[in-house]
Every structure is written in structure tokens, then in C-alpha cells.
């Protein structure tokens, strides 16, 4: 259980950041959130291949790998996006 939990936490810190580094431009969300929206990624990435039919293959599991990056750039993505959009409504209303 702990084991599951700790490479959940590690698997979601490394998609996370990888959708950070190819997604373009600058996201202004913190290190948790990257590892949150990472771990989420790596769950539904690995829900969806498996309903693909390729969550498991022999060898190292390429597409079901490429699936959970694609979840963690629109993850990420969709976290910037509302981060900012809140960052600038706070900003505004203390005017």
C-alpha cells in the first residue's frame, strides 16, 4: 500500500513535469499542483488504455505512457489557465 502510494506520488511528479517542459510557455502553478494534476494524468492516462486495450503490453508500456502525458499537458494546461484567470479576478478586485 505504501509502495503504491509513494510510486503514485513519484510517477505523477515525473508526468507532471514533463507536461510542463512540453507544453509552451510558462505555467504559474505551484509544485503541488504539477504532482496533483500528475497523479490524476497517470490515473485516467491508465483507465483509458486499458479501455483501449494497450494498459498492458510486453515490454515497456509506450502507449498507454504517451496517453497519461497527453492527460498531464491538458491537465496542466487547464490548471494555468484557471490559476491565472483567478490570479487576475483577485488582483482586480482589490483595486
Known sequence: MIG????AIIGGAVLGVLARLILPG????????????GIIA???GGLVATWLGVGRTSGVDWIRHAIQIIFAIIGIYITAQVNTRHRRSAGTAAR
Open 4 to 7: 503504491t502510494i509513494l510510486w
Open 26 to 37: 510558462r505555467q504559474n502553478i505551484s509544485v503541488l499542483a504539477t504532482v496533483v494534476v
Open 42 to 44: 497517470a490515473f485516467v
